[in-house]
Nanobody, 126 residues
């Protein structure tokens, strides 16, 4: 089993920045793909960014150039640096992980991931 715990959410004004973290525990050696997803009230959970062991990254068009995903394997932590935040970025953000290597758009698909965290709230005010 793999456990994921997110942190770093909060409230920020438009144009500001936040850094989300996801601590991975349990059978961390089986994790090859990790991603960040978000879900606003009344909407579907959508993929934001993903990273595969080796460093290949995938971003949603809506965040490319503003968000950056990285993984610190020594600390078993997944990070999401969010800059130039917009009100439409407001959502619950979830960390996800899976054993499979995912490249491209499949890495941003909710159905690709077996393990999920509980989420951390991000609110961006205008």
């Amino acid at each position: 089993q793999v456990q994921l715990v997110e942190s770093g959410g909060g409230s920020v004004q438009a144009g500001g920045s936040l850094r989300l973290s996801c601590l991975v525990s349990g059978h961390t050696s089986v994790v090859n793909s990790m991603g960040w997803f978000r879900q606003a009230p009344g909407t579907e959970r959508e993929g934001v960014a993903a990273i595969v062991n080796g460093g290949y990254t995938t971003y949603a068009d809506s965040v490319r150039g503003r968000f950056s995903i990285s993984r610190d394997n020594a600390k078993n932590t997944l990070l999401l640096e969010m800059n130039s935040l917009k009100p439409e970025d407001s959502a619950m953000y979830y960390c996800a992980a899976d054993r499979v290597f995912y490249y491209g758009l499949v890495a941003l698909s909710r159905s690709s991931y077996s393990y999920w965290g509980q989420g951390t709230q991000v609110t961006v005010s205008s």
